[in-house]
Structures are given as structure tokens and as C-alpha cells.
């Protein structure tokens, strides 16, 4: 039997839909969450399936085998039967058992980038993850680091492009606005809508020298070489990765000195929310399609964020915008709250994580994305002719 479940919005909301994708959204069945408790989902036999497929088997840390789902409303547009994902933490191992004919598709490793794109055989997706630049503005030791003008030297010293040709071989685009292009408008992408460039793709080094000497002259400091901060990154790909590159950057074009401290994921974490650090580079994914995923971010000084950044024009613009029942109105308002962000310095975005995969030819509609949903998505895709 086939049941309606009503949700009654305060007000119109353009990205709902998007927003049910996400996981705080799925429905648990209560039944089965009160008879496991801590244990509900540790297991494929300890959890209710609602989606396209169903968990037949889970060995954990080694595979899990997906089977279809013959109660899912859709089933007869569901292709495949079963699918096997193998749980392989090392990349380079992914793409040789690629190769070999074990894997049916697989993500590139850095180490193969050049010879997959000369080859011409590599796909590419952009996964809507933004990586940037944050300061921890409450730092009562570098009272330099709540100055716009510092931040943005900062940002306006570091070549984009460069950086990522150097880190990921030119996988991965410049980020020189905030908000990343996968992101939806009205009609087409929010980017396309509203174009903007707040940082170049390469460095402007004339600019980021004018900037730094206004901060410095507002704090009394008598040249680059008495500044130092640390940059903290963590040991996952993304952040450590050209990191070198980004403190070459800043030594050079600025003057300043900068050390680098590198930390497991976890205490990067917890560093971001106790406050210990002065610089570092973290990332954001979106939980729905919408500008404003990315743009209430900044709209908190504490928890999570706890940059010390906090602006009562910039929380009245993302207010605005939450209760603008025009949305092309609340386009134009988060579009101008997306600007004031840059031009206050509270962030500095440096890239838009792209990634490269190969797959076999006979694998169809197979979709690799990630903006609120997950990635891989299997749902329509199948297997022509046979392996």
C-alpha cells in the first residue's frame, strides 16, 4: 500500500527537491531502528531499503554487493541486477585492476593523469567541493590576520592556475569566486547567471603588494619579513597537496614568512573548532543545490566555523535571501552577499576539485557527480552487450 507523505513549507523554497537528497533526509524505519539501536545499519541484514537497490552483502572493508530492489516504484527502469563495489583505499591499486580487467571503471591517480589525457581515454567530473583559505580572525598573537586587507594580499598573491597544474596536474579549476559553477540559478547554472572574477586565475602580485602595506602600515609593522604565520593543512589529498607551492607563493610575491603544519583530518577538525590555528586550508560540499549552501557557511562566528568572522550586513543579506519569495530577487540578493564576502576577505577560495575516471566502454548512463546526492550514481546505468 502505497502511503502520502505532506510537508508544509514556511516559505517557497527553489532547492526542496535537492534538499531531500541529502542524507540527514532518508527515512529510517522506526521499527528497525529501535530493535538494533547502536547497531542499526552496521550490518546489510540490520537496515530497511526503500532506494533502487538493496545491500545483498557487506564485508567490510573489502566489498559490498548490491542487489535490486523488486519493492522500489521504479524497478522497471532499474537495468542492473547486481552490482559489486570493491573497497580499495589505495587508488594507484583501483586503476591497475582497471587495467587488468577487474574493475569495470575506476578514478585516475595523479600518477596516471598524463599518459590517461594523452591517451585521450579520461573523463572528468567537477564534484562541487570548493577548497579555500580560512583565518582564524580571534587569534589574539596575529592581530593581523582579522585585517581584510592582509587576508586578501594573501589571496590576491597566489596563482590559481599554477597552483593546480603543480598539485593535481590541471585537474581541478581556478577558483576565483566563491561560489563553485555547478551550482544551479534559475534557468542555468548560478554562474552562468551571474559571471564575476574576484580573484584572477594567476597572480596579481602589484595589488597583493598594495594591500599587504596597507595592513601593515594599520598595524605599525615596518616590512614583510617581520610577518609569520603558520599554514595548516591535513594529511588528505587535497589539502596537503601543493602546499609547497602556496607557501612559495606567498614568500615570494609578499615577502612573508610561512610555516607549514601538517595534521591527521581529525585534528584538523578539532583545531577548526576549538580555535588553534592561524591559517589554514580546508574545503566545503554542498548539502543541497543552491548558492545558499555555501553562503550560510559564513553566516556563523562559532561551532563549526569559529573563524571569529561575523557581519550583521552580511547575515541580513542570507536572511533577505531565505525569505525572498521571488527567486530571481534571492538570486540577485545572495549574488550581491556572494560579493561582499570576497570584498570583506573572510575567505579565500582557491580551487573547484575536478576529478578524472575511466571506465570501460560497455558501461552506460553510469553518472559521476557529487551536488547533493552521491556519487557514483548506478540507478540508470547499465551494461550494453555484455563484458
Known amino acids: 500500500m502505497r502511503k502520502t507523505l505532506q510537508i508544509t513549507l514556511k516559505s517557497p523554497t527553489k532547492y526542496f527537491e535537492s534538499l531531500l537528497g541529502f542524507i540527514s533526509f532518508m527515512p529510517s524505519k522506526r521499527d528497525f531502528v529501535e530493535k538494533y539501536g547502536q547497531k542499526y545499519a552496521a550490518d546489510a541484514d540490520k537496515m530497511a531499503y526503500n532506494g533502487p537497490f538493496i545491500i545483498k552483502e557487506w564485508k567490510h572493508e573489502q566489498e559490498i554487493v548490491l542487489e535490486k530492489n523488486p519493492n522500489y516504484w521504479n524497478k522497471d527502469k532499474i537495468k542492473l541486477d547486481t552490482v559489486r563495489i570493491l573497497i580499495i583505499t589505495d587508488p594507484n591499486t583501483a586503476y591497475q585492476m582497471f587495467e587488468n580487467g577487474e574493475l569495470d571503471f575506476a578514478d585516475v591517480p595523479m600518477t596516471m593523469v598524463d599518459k590517461v589525457r594523452s591517451d585521450g581515454n579520461g573523463l572528468t567530473y567537477m564534484d562541487s567541493y ?226 578524472m575516471w575511466v571506465k570501460k566502454d560497455y558501461v552506460k548512463d553510469l553518472v559521476r557527480t557529487f551536488s547533493s546526492g552521491s556519487d557514483p550514481d548506478f540507478i540508470y546505468a547499465s551494461i550494453e552487450g555484455g563484458k
Open 130 to 355: 570548493e577548497y579555500f583559505i580560512r583565518f582564524n580572525m580571534k587569534n589574539e598573537d596575529k592581530p593581523i590576520l582579522a585585517d581584510e586587507n592582509f587576508r586578501k594580499a594573501i589571496g590576491f598573491a597566489i596563482d590559481r592556475e599554477n597552483y593546480i597544474s603543480m598539485a593535481f596536474k590541471g585537474v581541478s579549476k581556478p577558483a576565483t569566486r566563491y561560489i563553485p559553477p555547478t551550482m544551479s540559478g534559475l534557468e542555468k547554472k548560478f554562474a552562468e547567471e551571474y559571471p564575476y572574477e574576484f580573484y584572477p586565475k594567476n597572480a596579481d602580485v602589484s595589488k597583493a603588494k598594495e594591500l599587504l602595506n596597507e595592513a601593515m602600515k594599520k598595524y605599525g609593522i615596518t616590512g614583510p619579513s617581520k610577518i609569520n604565520i603558520e599554514l595548516m593543512v591535513d594529511d588528505s589529498s587535497g589539502t596537503k597537496d601543493g602546499v609547497e607551492a602556496i607557501q612559495d607563493m606567498l614568500v615570494r610575491n609578499l615577502g612573508i614568512n610561512v610555516s607549514i603544519k601538517t595534521v591527521t583530518f581529525k585534528e584538523r577538525l578539532q583545531r577548526m573548532k576549538t580555535g588553534e590555528y592561524e591559517v589554514m586550508i580546508t574545503r566545503w560540499g554542498p548539502d543541497y543545490d543552491d548558492p545558499m549552501t555555501y553562503l550560510d557557511y559564513w553566516t556563523l562566528s562559532e561551532g563549526m566555523i569559529n573563524s571569529g568572522w561575523t557581519d550583521e550586513k552580511y547575515n541580513e543579506l542570507c536572511e533577505k535571501a531565505k525569505n525572498e519569495i521571488d527567486f530571481a530577487k534571492r538570486n540577485e540578493i545572495m549574488f550581491e552577499a556572494e560579493k561582499y564576502l570576497l570584498e570583506k576577505g573572510a575567505v579565500v577560495p582557491l580551487y573547484f576539485r575536478e576529478k
